[in-house]
């Protein structure tokens, strides 16, 4: 039997599950979008993992990250739950000697993480502006009828790219389509458009810091040779794409799971037939005095399993001890 880690990243764009054997060898990975839909994300990338593995495993411990990381962690039932700087940066440093400079590019979101001797030393996170995300990206391509998968191939036969206003996705969107007017053709679109993208995240997330080499490019974004390029030309640098770019952040869970083990050895992992069990979330606000916090309930088959909101602590003590009364 296999000893293995589960680590599982949720964001707003997609879910990833990876499980992770002890000599830190990707056993299965998942890459699927979560659509607003977290709970049935987590339940369909589990069930794809358990449809990879080939022998028998046991699951010693279980990471999660992402925007959902908490929701994530109730569910499955996580041994730990980090925030994705934390979790980028491990994985980063476990398979790129002497990171320094991590680039993360996301569909909705993006970070810079600064490492100086293997230490988290300063980031930076853009969750507002889509200028810098992976959705400008999909969005001007699908304008413009290019597959995304073939935006970076394009941008690479660039002969002469065009300059695009990169520093808001409206005037982005105004600028390109002028230079589409003025007659530029399309590969020096797309190149200006790599750029532009560039351009605004080194501005707006890497504007006073020291960026070093090595560099590594994680995300679904860091698939693109366009984007790349565009970045080893702003920065002077060489950029480095992991294996499993898209995933790092989940294996980074599983790494901090593996770490964790060492020290609790005994999991909270509610095993895999969690993929047929049926998930509800409902809300309550809070009567009881004038915070009017909005608790949320997690129910699992009709039974409720965690809540989460109040600031009190009262709505989650008293589920504590409901649980001990059945114990």
Request: neutral net charge; glycine residues 12%; contains cysteine.
């Amino acid at each position: 039997m296999q000893n293995c880690y589960l680590g599982i990243d949720v964001g707003s764009v997609s879910t990833n599950v990876v499980l992770m054997n002890e000599k830190k060898e990707i056993v299965g990975k998942v890459y699927t979008k979560t659509q607003g839909k977290p709970i049935d994300a987590i339940q369909r990338g589990l069930k794809e993992i358990k449809s990879k593995i080939k022998e028998d495993i046991k699951v010693k411990g279980v990471g999660a990250t992402g925007s959902g990381r908490h929701l994530a962690s109730m569910i499955v039932g996580g041994d730990i739950v980090k925030n994705e700087i934390t979790a980028h940066g491990i994985a980063a440093l476990n398979f790129v000697d002497g990171v320094k400079t991590i680039i993360e590019i996301g569909g909705q979101d993006s970070k810079i993480i600064l490492l100086r001797d293997g230490i988290i030393s300063d980031f930076a996170m853009n969750t507002v502006c889509a200028a810098g995300t992976g959705s400008f990206l999909d969005r001007q391509a699908s304008r413009m009828g290019i597959e995304i998968e073939n935006f970076g191939e394009l941008a690479l036969q660039s002969k002469n790219s065009v300059r695009i206003a990169g520093r808001c996705a409206v005037f982005a969107e105004s600028d390109m389509i002028h230079k589409q007017q003025l007659g530029h053709n399309q590969e020096d679109i797309i190149k200006g458009l790599c750029d532009a993208l560039v351009r605004n995240f080194l501005n707006n997330l890497a504007k006073g810091k020291e960026v070093l080499g090595p560099v590594v490019f994680q995300g679904g974004v860091a698939a693109n040779v366009g984007i790349k390029k565009s970045f080893e030309e702003a920065l002077g640098l060489e950029v480095f794409v992991p294996p499993h770019h898209e995933v790092m952040g989940a294996i980074g869970c599983c790494l901090l799971a593996k770490e964790n083990a060492v020290k609790n050895p005994k999991t909270n992992f509610k095993g895999f037939d969690i993929i047929h069990s049926g998930y509800n979330v409902k809300g309550i606000e809070c009567q009881d005095c004038s915070n009017l916090c909005e608790v949320i309930e997690i129910l699992r088959d009709g039974t409720v399993m965690a809540r989460w909101g109040d600031k009190c602590g009262k709505w989650n003590s008293a589920l504590k001890s409901d649980i001990e009364k059945l114990a």
